[in-house]
């Protein structure tokens, strides 16, 4: 590979992590967005190196949370049963990003009520401290 190359390569690189740093100054916290990204990939027993061997094309959605040391940060599922909130999300290098896309926002529940709180510290008091699953089920009873 020529130097003219790996300087082409070098160049659509930097426009390609502009592009991804433009796109996310424009969000805000809590956003919903659909990030298409290139994740890192191996391959092994292979007969030729073809971009099927060495790009992995990555799709995560969930509510942007923040740009942390290059890393965008989105948080796909969160609780906060006990006053404690807890996070499960991805951190995405941003030079990885391809695309955002800002979806419409469903009602993101920030408060949970009270009366939900005391029943589930009630559960936990009596699991005596392990790990419990809380589902509720909404189930609509025809009236005839």
Not at 8 to 16: A, I, W
Not at 68 to 87: A, C, K, P, R, W
Not at 101 to 115: E, G, L, W
Request: charged fraction near 25%; glycine fraction near 6%; proline fraction near 5%.
């Amino acid at each position: 590979m020529s130097a003219v190359d790996l300087q082409k390569q070098k160049e659509q690189v930097l426009r390609s992590i502009d592009h991804a740093f433009t796109m996310i100054s424009s969000l805000r916290k809590d956003d919903l967005i659909v990030v298409e990204w290139n994740d890192a990939c191996g391959f092994r027993n292979i007969r030729r190196i073809t971009r099927a061997a060495y790009v992995t094309n990555a799709k995560n959605s969930g509510f942007y949370y923040g740009t942390y040391e290059g890393h965008m940060v989105i948080i796909s599922q969160f609780t906060d049963f006990t006053g404690n909130l807890t996070y499960e999300g991805n951190a995405i290098p941003v030079g990885c990003i391809a695309e955002i896309t800002v979806k419409p926002s469903p009602h993101k529940p920030h408060k949970v009520p009270k009366k939900v709180i005391k029943e589930v510290k009630k559960v936990i008091r009596q699991s005596q401290g392990l790990p419990v699953k809380i589902i509720t089920l909404y189930v609509k009873i025809p009236t005839s």
